[in-house]
């Protein structure tokens, strides 16, 4: 279990240091099928990475536009269109 989470976070590390390339793609899709192989909580960090409708992966500012408005952060996808908020302080 400790090596799964270990893994996941390498992965999700490496899909965010080059987000635009196809290597970056399957490195997330793997740290989340880990993820959900082991049943683990899913970090923050891997949440952002794929879109809540489409399940695709979409890292922010590559995939997603991102606005700050009325202290919520909205994100919206550029494959489908969906748009999800999430609280901000």
Same mark, same amino acid.
């Given at each position: 279990? +400790? %090596? %799964? !989470?270990?893994?996941?976070?390498?992965?999700v590390?490496?899909a965010?240091?080059?987000p $635009?390339?196809?290597?970056s793609? +399957?490195?997330a899709?793997? %740290?989340k099928?880990? %993820?959900?192989?082991?049943?683990? +909580?899913?970090?923050?960090?891997?949440?952002l990475?794929?879109c809540?409708k489409? +399940? !695709?992966y979409?890292?922010p500012?590559?995939?997603?536009?991102?606005?700050?408005?009325? $202290?919520?952060?909205?994100?919206?996808?550029?494959n489908c269109g969906s748009v999800?908020r999430?609280?901000?302080?």
């Amino acid at each position: 279990m +400790k %090596a %799964a !989470a270990e893994s996941v976070k390498f992965l999700v590390n490496s899909a965010y240091r080059n987000p $635009g390339s196809c290597l970056s793609q +399957k490195q997330a899709d793997l %740290a989340k099928r880990i %993820a959900l192989k082991f049943r683990m +909580k899913q970090s923050y960090d891997l949440k952002l990475l794929f879109c809540k409708k489409c +399940k !695709a992966y979409s890292p922010p500012l590559y995939s997603k536009t991102i606005r700050v408005r009325r $202290g919520r952060l909205i994100f919206r996808c550029k494959n489908c269109g969906s748009v999800y908020r999430i609280p901000f302080k």
